[in-house]
């Protein structure tokens, strides 16, 4: 377990330090410790890097109320994760609630490894996916859009590729 800690609550303007901006992070607050970060302003894998640079040990990104719950899988120089907008939202309360009680938040990002379905180097494989959802009555010109993930697996190790259906009432 790590100390965990929101950065929008470590001194600055609050705003660019909730982003985690540049320069925008005090590193006596960071030092050690699992940053949650806002989505915003700059690149979700430049927010781990201010992190670092301070001396943050992993990152959480946390959407914000424009990026909803999908979610996006970025290379990151730190252990990373990214939550939806409702999730940043209970973890900003459970910091929060962490401090008045005078304990220290915490966390872990777990690492288990990836899981693919190939046996050989340099291997291809088919796959289908088949969308099974109600009927959705759009009016026209409309559009719908529904998010998952696909895992591949084998049975070692697991990769997620993000998944985005579209529903379009034609015009």
Known sequence: MYPL????????????SSLCLEGSLDPEFVKGKIVLCDRGINSRAAKGEVVKKAGGIGIILANGVFDGEGLVADCHVLPATA??????????????????????????????GTRLGVRRV???????????ATEVKLSPGSTSMKTGSIV????????TSPLIVTMQQPL
């Open 122 to 132: 340099g291997q291809k494989l088919n796959f289908l996916v088949r969308v099974q």
């Open 152 to 159: 591949w697996s084998d049975g070692k190790h697991n990769v």
């Open 5 to 16: 800690v929101y950065a929008g609550s470590g001194g600055g303007d609050g705003y660019s």
């Open 83 to 112: 939550v939806a907008a409702a999730n940043g939202d209970e973890i900003r309360r459970y910091i929060d609630s962490s401090s008045k009680t005078k304990s220290q938040a915490t966390a872990t990002i777990v690492f288990k």
